[in-house]
């Protein structure tokens, strides 16, 4: 079984940082594309962000864009997010898992990311 494990989360105040890792049990996360995900209270959980196998192509949603940036440490087996000028509205649990067909289905706990004064 693989066990999906994100840690680094917060209270933060906006416009504040926070770095997130990912790392799992069960799984070689160097042999996937990973994605980063979120999910507010009332709201379905969304991909954030993702980076392919080597690191050399990431994809951002526009909310992000320009204020996260993934990266991995394949020998490490963690994939990170680096999360800087943080707002309110990114207050989520953010969880990580290998994209598309190669997904884990049964997620991780997820990390809280709390961004108020």
């Known amino acids: 079984q693989v066990q999906l494990v994100e840690s680094g989360g917060g209270l933060v105040q906006p416009g504040g940082s926070l770095r997130l890792s990912c790392a799992a049990s069960?799984?070689?996360?160097?042999?996937?594309?990973i994605g980063w995900y979120r999910r507010a209270p009332g709201k379905q959980r969304e991909l954030v962000v993702s980076?392919?196998?080597?690191?050399?192509?990431?994809s951002y949603a526009d909310s992000v864009k320009g204020r996260f940036t993934i990266s991995r440490d394949n020998a490490k087996n963690t994939v990170y997010l680096q999360m800087n000028s943080l707002k309110p509205e990114d207050t989520a649990v953010y969880y990580c898992?290998?994209?598309?067909?190669?997904?884990?289905?049964?997620w991780g706990q997820g990390t809280q990311v709390t961004v108020s004064s």
């Open positions: 980076i392919t196998i080597g690191g050399s192509r990431t």
């Open positions: 898992n290998r994209i598309g067909p190669f997904q884990v289905s049964t």
């Open positions: 069960g799984s070689l996360l160097g042999i996937y594309a």
